[in-house]
């Protein structure tokens, strides 16, 4: 891996604010997806095939979060999804993932701020790689929760550190206290080359 998708992947997993992080993915947007096959990122087609277990992608309307330049939309396309709309905050990111035409709509979101979509709006939601440090933390999972129907399905990778670091295993009870169940939680392989591993989940909304 070349020196500068080292220093950017550190940026951005050290970045301090949304802005610090919109910068950084600013600068990484033409090269990522290079930079994401160099790396042996392994979780968008896994995950993508966890969600599909959990909600029938012919008939279901699903919102990657943190879709970044549409690694994730690829993954959900390929495991059968259709309607896809895709939420990130850095504009670079989503132009890239314009050039794929595989989203049904795309929109600025800083997650940690809300979705602009109403309640009870999609059977699925997908995230990978976006729950990691520098990024978002396990309080935003409630606002994605919120959009989904009720019986729903949210799949997420939570890196290994960040699962740690950021008090998931705390958190997660009473975050989904009468919200959501964790119907999957489970390790996995997800940046080879930084012998990262993530934590699947799939979070069921109650209701
Ligand atoms: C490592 S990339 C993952 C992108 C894509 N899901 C993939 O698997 O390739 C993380 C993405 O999270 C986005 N992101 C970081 N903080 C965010 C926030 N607060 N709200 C929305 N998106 C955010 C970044 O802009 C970036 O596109």
């Not at 891996?1 to 802005?19: I, P």
């Not at 976006?130 to 890196?159: D, N, Q």
Request: overall charge negative; aromatic content about 8%; glycine content about 10%.
């Amino acid at each position: 891996m070349s020196k500068r998708t080292e220093d950017l992947f550190q940026r951005v997993y050290e970045a301090k604010t949304s802005q610090e992080q919109a910068a950084a993915y600013a600068e990484w947007a033409d090269s990522y997806d290079q930079a994401m096959a160099e790396s042996g990122y392994v979780s968008p087609p896994q995950l993508a095939a966890l969600l599909a277990e959990h909600c029938t992608p012919g008939s279901s309307a699903v919102l990657d979060v943190g879709c970044g330049t549409g690694l994730s939309g690829i993954a959900l396309k390929d495991a059968g999804f259709a309607e896809i709309d895709g939420a990130d905050i850095s504009d670079a990111m989503l132009a890239e993932a314009a050039k794929k035409n595989l989203y049904r709509k795309l929109t600025v979101v800083d997650l940690m701020k809300g979705i602009p979509e109403p309640d009870d709006t999609y059977e699925g939601a997908f995230s990978t790689g976006t729950f990691t440090l520098g990024h978002v933390g396990p309080e935003a999972i409630p606002e994605v929760i919120r959009v989904l129907k009720p019986g729903g399905v949210f799949c997420l990778t939570v890196s290994d550190q960040s699962w740690i670091d950021q008090g998931y295993e705390e958190k997660l009870p009473a975050l989904g206290d009468g919200l959501f169940e964790v119907a999957v939680n489970e390790m996995h392989d997800h940046v080879v080359s930084h012998n990262m591993q993530a934590h699947f989940l799939a979070l069921k909304k109650l209701g």
